[in-house]
């Protein structure tokens, strides 16, 4: 980064960007990650509720389930590390659809179960 200037070039870009609103790719991508855009629905318990709002925004509907859970619909990047972090969470949150993302996250699932049920030679 040494010897920058200031140039009077024209930048490219500004229509592929005009319209990019960077919070809302903010609050459905996880990481890096690219994936397909899908409205998943999530079941959480209750205790969750803070880590919803910090991930997706308050402009979130939180519809109860019952005493203890909810149910919110968000828009997602369906990816790896979106996996991950429902993973990370644990028991207290499920992926109740759609059924291609419920079977995405069980391939995921079973992928990384294999390589603690495989038997090693080493």
């Known amino acids: ?10 930048r490219n870009g500004r229509e592929q960007f005009r319209d990019f609103d960077l919070a809302a790719f903010a609050k459905k991508t996880f990481g890096m990650y690219g994936g397909t855009d899908t409205k998943v629905t999530l079941c959480c318990e209750e205790h969750l509720a803070g ?8 402009d979130i509907m939180m519809i109860p389930k019952d005493d203890h859970t909810f149910r919110v619909t968000v828009l997602v990047t369906v990816s790896p590390q979106f996996f991950g972090w429902i993973t990370g969470i644990g028991a207290g949150i499920r992926i109740d659809g759609p059924e291609e993302v419920q079977e995405e996250y069980r391939e995921y699932l079973r992928t990384i179960m294999n390589l603690y049920e495989a038997r ?3």
Do not use: A, N, P, Y
């Open 51 to 58: 880590v919803i709002l910090d991930r997706f925004g308050k």
């Open 120 to 122: 090693q030679d080493s």
């Open 1 to 10: 980064m040494e010897d920058i200037s200031l140039t009077h070039d024209k």
